[in-house]
C-alpha cells in the first residue's frame, strides 16, 4: 500500500524564522493537495500540485513537486504568528481513488 | 461557502453502545468521507461514499459502518463501540474526482467509557 512520511513531526521557531515541511512518497503520485489545521480547527485545504517540478507560491508559503512526483515540500518564509497549526501533505497516488493523508508537522511560532 | 456540519462537538458513549455519526453538506458534493484524527496518526480514512446508497471501505472500516441515503447525508455507525474508538472524527466532501479540494466539518470529539 501507499507509503507516506511526513517530517518533521514538529518544528518550533522564533517568529521570523523560515520552515520546512517535507512529504515523501514510496510510489508515483498523481497530485498532492496540502491543508492546514488551526489549533481546535479543522483541516483547510491550501494548494494542489499537479505537475512534475510544479512550483507555485501564495504570499509567504512556496509548495514544490518533485520532479519524480513522489515528493513535496512546504516553505514558509518570515513566519509570523498567524502560521501556527499542523500541516497536512494529501497526495493520491497514481491510478487511485483518494487522497493519503500524511501524518502532519505542527507548527509552533515563538513571538 | 461550502457547509459541512457534524451533528455533535462532542460526545460521550459507553462500551458496547451503538453510536452514530451525521455529517451534512449543503454543496451537492458526490463524494463524502470519514476520517479519525488521532495525535501522530494524522487523519485516516475510514470510509468514503461517491453516490448515494454507495460506500467503499478506507483503510481502518473494522469496527465501523456508514450509510448514505440522500446525498447531503453521510452517517458513521460504531456498531458496538469500544474505548480504541475513542477519537476525533472528522467529516469532509467534494466533488467527483481524485483532484478535488475536500472540505472537513469541525469534527466530533467521542469518547468511549
Known amino acids: 500500500g501507499q507509503q507516506v512520511m511526513q517530517i518533521p513531526q514538529y518544528q518550533h521557531v522564533q517568529e521570523g524564522e523560515d520552515f520546512t515541511t517535507y512529504c515523501n512518497s514510496s510510489t508515483t503520485l498523481s497530485n498532492i493537495q496540502w491543508y492546514k489545521q488551526r489549533p481546535g480547527g479543522h483541516p483547510v485545504f491550501l494548494i494542489q500540485l499537479v505537475k512534475s517540478g510544479e512550483v507555485k507560491k501564495q504570499k509567504r508559503l512556496t509548495f514544490q513537486f518533485g520532479e519524480a512526483k513522489k515528493n513535496s515540500s512546504l516553505h514558509i518564509t518570515a513566519t509570523q504568528t498567524t502560521d501556527v497549526g499542523t500541516y497536512f501533505c494529501a497526495p493520491r497516488a497514481t491510478g487511485a481513488n483518494n487522497l493519503f493523508f500524511g501524518t502532519g508537522t505542527r507548527l509552533t511560532v515563538i513571538p | 461557502d461550502v457547509k459541512v456540519t457534524q451533528s455533535s462537538r462532542y460526545l460521550v458513549k459507553r462500551t458496547g453502545e451503538k453510536v452514530f455519526l451525521e455529517c451534512v453538506q449543503d454543496m451537492d458534493h458526490e463524494n463524502m468521507f470519514w476520517y479519525r484524527q488521532d495525535p501522530g496518526l494524522g487523519l485516516r480514512l475510514i470510509y468514503f461514499?461517491?453516490?448515494?446508497?454507495?460506500?467503499e471501505k478506507g483503510d481502518i472500516p473494522e469496527g465501523y459502518s456508514v450509510s448514505r441515503e440522500k446525498k447531503e447525508r453521510f452517517s458513521l455507525i460504531l456498531e458496538s463501540a469500544s474505548t480504541n474508538q475513542t477519537s476525533m472524527y472528522l467529516c469532509?466532501?467534494?466533488?467527483?474526482?481524485?483532484?478535488?479540494?475536500?472540505?472537513f466539518g469541525d469534527g466530533t470529539r467521542l469518547s468511549i467509557l
Open positions: 461514499s461517491y453516490d448515494v446508497k454507495m460506500k
Open positions: 469532509a466532501s467534494s466533488f467527483l474526482g481524485g483532484n478535488q479540494p475536500q472540505h
